[in-house]
C-alpha cells in the first residue's frame, strides 16, 4: 500500500515537471503578404524548447511539414529550416488560392497554435484606352475610358494631360467571376481643341502589388482645325523706294495649301514688283501706289481663315540741314557802311558778324539772329541812301545860285552869260567840287 503511495506520488511528480517545463513555451509567428506568383515565406518560431516537435499545416489543416519530414507531396513547398527552435518553410508561385490561415502547432501537453494569414495580391492587368476614333475635330466632345483587371484589391486609376492630373472623372469597380479580383474602369469627358493636338493623355494605375512602379496606358491625340492667318511685315515702318516683305504666318491641321495674296479684294496689280513666293509677298521698290490693305488667305479641308494689313508708304525724312549764305549778303555792304557813318549801332552790327566761324559751329542756323543781322543791314543801308541823297542835294543847289548871281533880270540868256557876275575875268574863282 505504501509502495503504490509512492509511485502515485512520483507519477504526479513527473507530470508537474513536464507541466512546469511547457508553460514557457509559445509558438511564434507573422501574417505574410505576396505578390501573385511570388514566394511566401512561413516562419515559425520557438524561444524555449525542450526537443518539442513543430509543425505546419495549410487554410484546409493539410500537414505541410512535420519536424524536417515532408507530409503533403506538392513540388511549391519546400523546408527552409528545421531546428529544435524554428520550422521555416516556402511556397514558391503562390496563387490566389494559397491564400488563408496557416497554423504553426507545438505539441506540448496541451499543444500550442500560433496563426499566420498569407495575404496574396492580385496584380492588375495592362490598361487599356478606349473610346478615341482619330482624327477629332475642335470643338467635339472626347469620351475615354480606361480598364483593367485582376487587382486585388481594386487597382486605383488616375488620368493626366500635359503632366497634370484631371480629378473630375468617373470610376467603376466589379468583383470579377472568382469572386476575388477586381475589374477597375474610368471615364474621362472633355471637349477638345486646338491645343490638344498632340497632347499625351496617360491613365495609369497605381497597386501595391507594382512596387511603386504603375502600369500605364498613353493615348496622342490628333485633333484638325481651321487654319489661323497671321501677317508679319519685315519692317515696322516702310518707306518709300525700299523694299517689303510681308509673311503669312498660317498654322492648321491639315497643313493649310498655298496661300493666297490680294490687294483691296482684287489681284495684286503689279506682279513685276510684287512677287509671291510661297507664303512671303515681296514687294521689291515701294511707291505711293502700293498704300492699301493686303489680305492673306489660308485653307485646308477643316475651313478657311484670312488676316489683312494695311500699308501706308511713308516719304523718306530729309535729314540735310537748310542752307544759309550769310557772309555773302552782308560783309560787303556793312563794311562799305562802316567808311560812311560812325553809327554806334554799325559797329555793334560789324562786331556781332566778324567771326562767321561762330555760325559754322553750330548744329542748324539760328533764325533770330539772322534776322536781326538783316533787319539792321536794311536799316543801316537806308540810313546812308538817305544822307547821302541830302549831302548831293545840298552841294547841287549851291552850284545853281552862284551861277545865277547878276543874271536874274536878263532879258535873254545871251545877256545873261555876259552879266554875271565875275564873268571870265574871275574865272578862276568859280570852280566847282563835285564828291
Known amino acids: 500500500m505504501i509502495w503504490k503511495r509512492s509511485a502515485v506520488l512520483r507519477f504526479y511528480s513527473v507530470c508537474g515537471l513536464l507541466l512546469q517545463g511547457s508553460q514557457?513555451?509559445?509558438?511564434?509567428?507573422?501574417n505574410v503578404t505576396v505578390v501573385e506568383g511570388g514566394t511566401a515565406i512561413l516562419t515559425c518560431r520557438v524561444d524555449q524548447n525542450d526537443n518539442t516537435s513543430l509543425q505546419w499545416s495549410n487554410p484546409a489543416q493539410q500537414t505541410l511539414y512535420f519536424d524536417d519530414k515532408k507530409a503533403l507531396r506538392d513540388n511549391r513547398i519546400e523546408l527552409v529550416?528545421?531546428?529544435?527552435?524554428?520550422?521555416?518553410?516556402?511556397?514558391?508561385?503562390?496563387?490566389l488560392s494559397d491564400e488563408g490561415q496557416y497554423t504553426c502547432s507545438l505539441f506540448t501537453m496541451p499543444v500550442k497554435t500560433s496563426k499566420a494569414y498569407l495575404t496574396v495580391l492580385g496584380v492588375p492587368e495592362k490598361p487599356q484606352i478606349s473610346g478615341f476614333?482619330?482624327?477629332?475635330?475642335e470643338g467635339d466632345l472626347m469620351q475615354l475610358t480606361c480598364k483593367t483587371s485582376g487587382s486585388k484589391p481594386a487597382a486605383d486609376i488616375r488620368w493626366f494631360k500635359n503632366d497634370k492630373e484631371i480629378k473630375d472623372v468617373k470610376y467603376l469597380k466589379e468583383e470579377d467571376a472568382n469572386r476575388k479580383t477586381f475589374t477597375v474602369s474610368s471615364t474621362l469627358d472633355f471637349r477638345v481643341d486646338r491645343s490638344d493636338d498632340g497632347v499625351a493623355v496617360i491613365c495609369r494605375v497605381d497597386h501595391e502589388s507594382l512596387n511603386a512602379t504603375p502600369q500605364v496606358a498613353m493615348q496622342v491625340l490628333e485633333i484638325h482645325y481651321t487654319p489661323s492667318v497671321k501677317i508679319i511685315p519685315s519692317t515696322p515702318?516702310?518707306?518709300e523706294g525700299q523694299p517689303l516683305i510681308l509673311t503669312c504666318e498660317s498654322k492648321g491641321k491639315p497643313l493649310p495649301e498655298p496661300v493666297l495674296w490680294t490687294k483691296d479684294g482684287g489681284e495684286l496689280p503689279d506682279p513685276d514688283r510684287m512677287v509671291v513666293s510661297g507664303r512671303e509677298l515681296n514687294i521689291l521698290f515701294l511707291n505711293k501706289t502700293d498704300n492699301g490693305t493686303y489680305r492673306c488667305e489660308a485653307t485646308n479641308t477643316i475651313g478657311q481663315s484670312s488676316a489683312e494689313y494695311v500699308l501706308i508708304v511713308h516719304d523718306v525724312p530729309n535729314t540735310l540741314p537748310p542752307t544759309t549764305i550769310i557772309p555773302s549778303l552782308t560783309t560787303a555792304t556793312v563794311?562799305?557802311?562802316?567808311?560812311?557813318?560812325?553809327s554806334p549801332t554799325t559797329s555793334a552790327t560789324t562786331s556781332n558778324i566778324r567771326d562767321?566761324?561762330?555760325?559754322?559751329?553750330?548744329t542748324g542756323p539760328d533764325h533770330a539772329l539772322i534776322g536781326g543781322i538783316v533787319a539792321v543791314v536794311v536799316f543801316v543801308t537806308l540810313c546812308s541812301i538817305f544822307l547821302l541823297g541830302r549831302y548831293l542835294a545840298?552841294?547841287?543847289?549851291?552850284?545853281l545860285t552862284n551861277e545865277a548871281k547878276g543874271a536874274e533880270d536878263a532879258p535873254d540868256a545871251d545877256t545873261a552869260i555876259i552879266n554875271a557876275e565875275g564873268s571870265q575875268v574871275n574865272a578862276e574863282e568859280k570852280k566847282e567840287y563835285f564828291i
Do not use: C
Open 237 to 239: 515702318f516702310p518707306q
Open 394 to 399: 545840298r552841294h547841287k543847289g549851291t552850284y
Open 81 to 95: 529550416r528545421a531546428s529544435w527552435h524554428e520550422l521555416s518553410i516556402s511556397v514558391s508561385d503562390v496563387s
Open 335 to 342: 563794311t562799305t557802311t562802316v567808311a560812311i557813318t560812325t
Open 133 to 137: 476614333s482619330s482624327p477629332v475635330m
Open 356 to 362: 562767321p566761324n561762330a555760325l559754322a559751329g553750330q
Open 24 to 30: 514557457g513555451q509559445f509558438p511564434l509567428t507573422q
